[in-house]
């Protein structure tokens, strides 16, 4: 941009004369930066609510229509000392006789006394040599027995070689052979200790060679590692873990005992805070549709011009743009409309079918599930869903608790109406939430429509702001081409008064 200097012969202040004459112009500039900066805001508040609706759509709605929300199933022990039990869904709802007859232990060996030639104890620097050993070698197997060993190795000894150097080469030799040994020489004591790192029988290890005498390793202060057994309903099971999994129960033996009684049940807890939860989100998400729909509009908050925000403290322009956000989403139809199809699937009665083999129409208030009273509930929260009997709800928790009596008497019938619920209010939900030429998908709103806009305000920002400076640069020249006319005009005269004085 060329440098502007004019009235220094008009004496005029040029640069406020052209800003007024041009104000028409900054103004429509200003107002499409606004409008474009308002409408970014307008889409933060639309992805933030967006998300939470789409949380809700995918994770506790989608998973109450499935049969795998209301089949958790619970196991108990007679002796919780001696057994844990986790439960499966596909475990039996039934009484079981449990003894559990050992648990698994690991093999472990006290090697004898590595004593050198003079009858000392040895040390981690002594050599082979100094205990008697040339050339040599060691051998372990593991497995049940010697004779059915699944893993070996082999270490060669060499008659300088310290215990430090046999303890190395155990350790790396176990490792490459993928034997699971732990080898370890402790000098105070003078002897080799070895233990098996996996439990049971399988993992039983045995040593042998030339150089396992003198190192101790034939010691008989020895323990076989044994497997973990049990017998559940007269049938016994082994495992090298103190863990079996049987029948849909993972059963952890903690201690030898018998005449343990297990017990596996439905799980009517489990059922009822899966619905609690679902009722709890759907909750959420209502108040913030209403908090949303029944914001005040701020119509009287304007967007702030840069000028204006100079004028003001940081606080203050933080607090004036806060009113104007909180607003943005305030009677939108988008909200009202998502928000009364929920309202309209949740108030749905289904035909489900009782025990009995009898069907009844039912819905949420058949469970004690309905709002508050409409007068004393705050604006905000009329939507809200309460749980008669819910220890957690102040306005419900007094009443008589008919959900956790329906799932005790008739746990299916429960399952049965709150997936039909929980599907019925998805496929609403996923209608809304369908691609549209304005709309991707997954999306409760017009994120395209929104975009094309935004797009479009940077065209008109920039068509402003060109005209804007055109408009300055015709007024700057125009007042430049006088200022100049003004200068020959003041030269001119100044010669005439030159030329007179002189005579």
Known sequence: MPI?????????????????????????????????????????????????????YNGALSNMRFSSAYTKKITTASKESAVSVVTGDNAMNTD???????????????????????????TKTTEMSKIGLGD?????????????????MSVDI????????????????????????????????????VSSKKAGEDFNFFASGD????????????????????????????????TFNINGLTITAKAVENDITLSTRQDTSGIYDNVKNMIKEYNDL?????????????????????EQKEEMSDKEVEEWEDKIKTGLLSGDETISTIRNAMKDVMLTGFDIKLKDGSTSKLNLASFGITTGS???TEENERDLLHIDGDADDNVSSGNTDLLRAAISNDPEMVQSFF??????????????????????????????????????YNTKISDAQKALEAAEDKYYKQFASMETALAKINSSSGSLSSFFGGG
Do not use: C, H
């Open 4 to 56: 502007r200097i004019t009235g220094m012969n008009s004496g005029l202040d040029t640069e406020s004369i052209i800003t007024a004459l041009t104000s028409t112009k900054k103004t429509k500039l200003q107002t499409a930066q606004s409008d474009q900066k308002k409408l970014t805001w307008k889409q933060d508040k639309w992805k933030e609510l967006n998300k939470k609706v789409v949380s809700f």
């Open 96 to 122: 079981q006789k449990l003894n559990i007859k050992s648990l698994s232990t690991s093999a472990y060996m006290t090697g004898d006394k590595v004593k050198t030639t003079d009858g000392n104890n040895a």
């Open 419 to 456: 997936t039909e619920l929980s599907r019925s209010l998805y496929s609403k939900m996923g209608d809304l939430m369908k691609g549209t030429q304005y709309s991707s998908s997954f999306t409760i709103y017009e994120d395209k429509l929104m975009a094309s806009q935004y797009s479009a």
């Open 374 to 376: 409409y007068f004393a």
């Open 286 to 306: 209502m108040k913030e549709f209403a908090t949303l729909y029944n914001a005040d509009p701020a119509k009287k908050y304007s967007m702030l011009t840069d």
């Open 158 to 193: 060499s008659a300088n070689d310290t215990i430090s150097d046999v303890l190395g080469k155990l350790k790396s030799q176990a490792s490459s052979n993928g034997l699971d040994l732990d080898f370890n020489y402790d000098e105070n004591n003078g002897r080799f200790y």
């Open 136 to 152: 040599s070698t060691l051998e372990f197997k593991v497995g049940k027995s010697a004779d059915s060993a699944t893993a070996s």
């Open 211 to 242: 150089a396992a005498e003198k190192l101790g390793f034939n010691s008989t202060n020895y323990v076989q590692g044994s497997s973990a057994k049990i017998e559940l309903n007269g049938v016994e099971y082994t495992s090298n873990t103190n």
